[in-house]
């Protein structure tokens, strides 16, 4: 498949009075089109500033991508300026925020809000514009549309507002769609309307969709690929099937025991992952999650663990794959759902960063 | 459990009553909530179930209806050493730890306020000590009591609200959505810890959250509420087994699971109100389908439901 974005050694940092925040150290990704990558990891991860990097939404200062590339179509984005960048943003490359309310401005009306681009980005007429928004609405699936263009974001209920947002972005057939956590903020049911609608939509345009999100159970819904961040780097990057069941980071493992399933008993205790994340003004030496992980060797704390592939798409980061490392069990609830996948290698490689 | 320590009955909250735009937040709901129990609380955002909460302990005053802590009524004229003496007993976590907690006291000063006001140290060192203890018991330390909230993380704040609910030996404390705001690795270290200290004092919880496999896991008995009614009432095991309201199984069928083949076979069924067709004047209440597992619905179906139980 030809890869529409690919994302190399990114670093992104922001400079603060405390000193220079790392949020994002070194990450490399690839995006092919159709498919949809999530990527996972807490709260100061590093996923929102990756995101927000590759549409250049980092506010400059304090923030600044300080190293790395951004190759979509062949070009690299982190050198465009800012009057090319807009043409890229929303026509190329649209965003999807978290809160439907705030992304979406209360004083106008929402069909001007869809029109806005598509008068922009297409040089289509007023009218011709109006046409395709209610076409849009209609899409995403919201009643009356010749009613609901003229009415305001306050009209709507937050589902329907992310439905809007939805349209917007989707108003030019961007080729790639960043969805920033767009569900979080809603309720399962309203959620898995939202899910669909994507997945169909996606169906229907072809985009490649990005999706940012820390609910597993929606990653194992929409993701084709999943990469887990922790401490602003990639740990681990794989299909979703290898990630669920054949995870190798012991941070993925701790992900994935952390989540009760609908058939945990109440007796058992919670794998709760202790600790809080790190810091990353001061990252830590070695591995990121060596201090809150129960597997941690002691070359975690001196040297950073190099990336191992372990089949053609699943790569970890962590020295546990190194040949001389100790044989360890995983986490009970991640052993219980482990199945031998077929394209696995029979020994992890080590990957040379050079040649990625 | 036998042994009921809150009775619900016809709690009725209605807001703006008399206006055009009033709402029926919580209509007519009765339940029991026994001793040492959790009770879980779910729904979608607007059914009422954070409403169910804050009536409950007494932050709206009820439209109508009782509550019943211990036999005695929550609501209604009270004398303030009444009020006192109950406000003891029950205690609440509230969803937002960044709002929750007021960013001018000290960690310390907030945990001892309830202990200031109920009088329950005597000397300085002793009102430190508890708080100390109390910091120990949710997981944190003795240092951390002279900082203040900004200094901690989401979950760290969390554990501040919960060392301040236990500040006063309550019986029963009432958690609105206590971990929405946090990370999943994080999530389960709070949960462990309510369910570590429940093992220790013997609480009682009710707790709200719309997240239905945390839910599960730390409820005994859960209940579903739907537009300000409860429409299903059961074990938490029974509930997932055999959910029988539509609702629930609508509900149940969106939650998305952390497993990727099940998530492609899902089939999500989508819940419409309209399918009950209720005639005017009928009779729609709680009732009981098995022991201990009650459905909001008429007699009609109540026939319907037990026959399909049968099968």
């Given at each position: 498949m030809d890869k529409v974005l690919e994302v190399k050694d990114l670093h992104v940092s922001f400079d603060t009075y405390g000193g220079i925040v790392k949020a994002v150290r070194g990450v490399n990704f690839d995006l092919k089109k159709g498919e949809t990558l999530a990527i996972v990891g807490e709260s100061g991860?590093?996923?929102?500033?990756?995101?927000?990097?590759?549409?250049?939404?980092?506010?400059?200062?304090?923030?600044?991508?300080?190293?790395?590339?951004?190759?979509?179509?062949?070009?690299?984005?982190?050198?465009?300026?800012?009057?090319?960048?807009?043409?890229?943003?929303?026509?190329?490359?649209?965003?999807?925020?978290?809160?439907?309310?705030?992304?979406?401005?209360?004083?106008?009306?929402?069909?001007?809000?869809?029109?806005?681009?598509?008068?922009?980005?297409?040089?289509?007429?007023?009218?011709?514009?109006?046409?395709?928004?209610?076409?849009?609405?209609?899409?995403?699936?919201?009643?009356?549309?010749?009613?609901?263009?003229?009415?305001?974001?306050?009209?709507?209920?937050?589902?329907?507002?992310?439905?809007?947002?939805?349209?917007?972005?989707?108003?030019?057939?961007?080729?790639?769609?960043?969805?920033?956590?767009?569900?979080?903020?809603?309720?399962?049911?309203?959620?898995?309307?939202?899910?669909?609608?994507?997945?169909?939509?996606?169906?229907?345009?072809?985009?490649?969709?990005?999706?940012?999100?820390?609910?597993?159970?929606?990653?194992?819904?929409?993701?084709?690929?999943?990469?887990?961040?922790?401490?602003?780097?990639?740990?681990?990057?794989?299909?979703?099937?290898?990630?669920?069941?054949?995870?190798?980071?012991?941070?993925?493992?701790?992900?994935?025991?952390?989540?009760?399933?609908?058939?945990?008993?109440?007796?058992?205790?919670?794998?709760?992952?202790?600790?809080?994340?790190?810091?990353?003004?001061?990252?830590?030496?070695?591995?990121?999650?060596?201090?809150?992980s129960a597997y941690a060797l002691e070359i975690d704390f001196e040297h950073e663990p190099p990336m191992f592939q372990i089949s053609d798409t699943h790569f970890a980061k962590t020295w546990l794959l190194h040949e001389n490392a100790p044989a360890v069990e995983p986490p009970k609830a991640v052993v219980d759902r482990r199945r031998s996948m077929s394209a696995n290698f029979a020994k992890p490689r080590l990957v040379e960063e050079a040649v990625r | 459990m036998a042994e009921k320590l809150l009775e619900i009955k016809n709690l009725k909250q209605h807001f703006n009553v008399g206006k055009p735009n009033q709402v029926k937040a919580v209509d007519g709901i009765s339940f029991d909530i026994y001793k040492g129990e959790t009770l879980g609380l779910v729904g979608e955002s607007g059914c009422g179930k954070s409403t169910t909460g804050r009536s409950i302990i007494r932050l709206y005053n009820a439209t109508d209806g009782e509550v019943l802590f211990e036999g005695e009524n929550v609501h209604g004229k009270k004398s303030r050493s009444d009020l006192k003496k109950f406000n003891r007993k029950m205690q609440m976590i509230f969803q937002d730890p960044y709002a929750s907690l007021n960013p001018r006291m000290t960690v310390g000063d907030i945990i001892a306020e309830g202990i200031d006001i109920h009088g329950l140290a005597k000397t300085r060192k002793e009102r430190m000590d508890k708080v100390y203890e109390l910091l120990n018991t949710v997981g944190l330390n003795q240092e951390h009591a002279s900082r203040y909230p900004h200094e901690f993380s989401g979950g760290q704040r969390q554990r501040i609200g919960i060392a301040r609910a236990l500040a006063v030996d309550p019986d029963f404390i009432i958690a609105d959505e206590p971990i929405s705001a946090l990370d999943v690795s994080i999530q389960a270290q709070v949960v462990n810890l309510m369910k570590k200290l429940q093992r220790e004092k013997g609480l009682t919880y009710l707790f709200i959250a719309h997240d239905l496999s945390m839910v599960k896991y730390i409820s005994d008995r859960i209940g579903v509420m739907y537009f300000g009614k409860l429409v299903e009432l059961a074990t938490s095991e029974e509930l997932y087994k055999n959910p029988i309201h539509p609702y629930t199984q609508s509900l149940l069928s969106a939650i998305p699971l952390p497993d990727p083949e099940s998530e492609r076979t899902r089939k999500r069924i989508v819940y419409n109100p309209n399918i009950h067709n209720y005639a005017e004047g009928e009779a729609v209440e709680m009732r009981e389908i098995t022991p201990g597992h009650f459905v909001y619905c008429s007699e009609k179906e109540y026939k319907q439901y037990k026959t399909i139980y049968a099968k």
């Open positions: 991860s590093g996923k929102s500033v990756t995101s927000k990097a590759l549409m250049r939404l980092i506010p400059n200062p304090p923030g600044r991508i300080s190293k790395g590339e951004i190759l979509f179509d062949g070009r690299d984005l982190t050198k465009l300026s800012e009057k090319e960048m807009q043409k890229v943003r929303g026509k190329e490359i649209a965003m999807i925020f978290q809160d439907p309310m705030t992304s979406l401005n209360p004083t106008m009306k929402i069909g001007s809000q869809i029109m806005e681009s598509l008068i922009k980005h297409q040089n289509l007429s007023k009218s011709a514009a109006r046409e395709r928004a209610l076409e849009l609405l209609r899409l995403v699936g919201i009643p009356q549309p010749e009613v609901r263009i003229n009415q305001y974001p306050h009209q709507f209920s937050g589902g329907m507002r992310q439905r809007v947002v939805v349209a917007v972005a989707l108003s030019c057939n961007p080729k790639v769609l960043i969805a920033d956590e767009p569900t979080t903020a809603l309720d399962v049911t309203i959620q898995a309307q939202i899910l669909e609608l994507m997945k169909d939509l996606q169906n229907k345009i072809d985009t490649s969709i990005i999706f940012i999100t820390h609910d597993l159970g929606v990653v194992a819904n929409v993701a084709d690929r999943v990469a887990v961040m922790y401490g602003g780097q990639i740990v681990e990057t794989g299909t979703v099937d290898e990630i669920f069941y054949d995870p190798r980071h012991p941070y993925t493992w701790g992900l994935l025991a952390s989540m009760p399933s609908l058939d945990t008993s109440v007796q058992t205790e919670l794998a709760a992952i202790p600790g809080t994340p790190p810091d990353l003004m001061h990252p830590p030496k070695g591995d990121a999650f060596a201090p809150r | -």
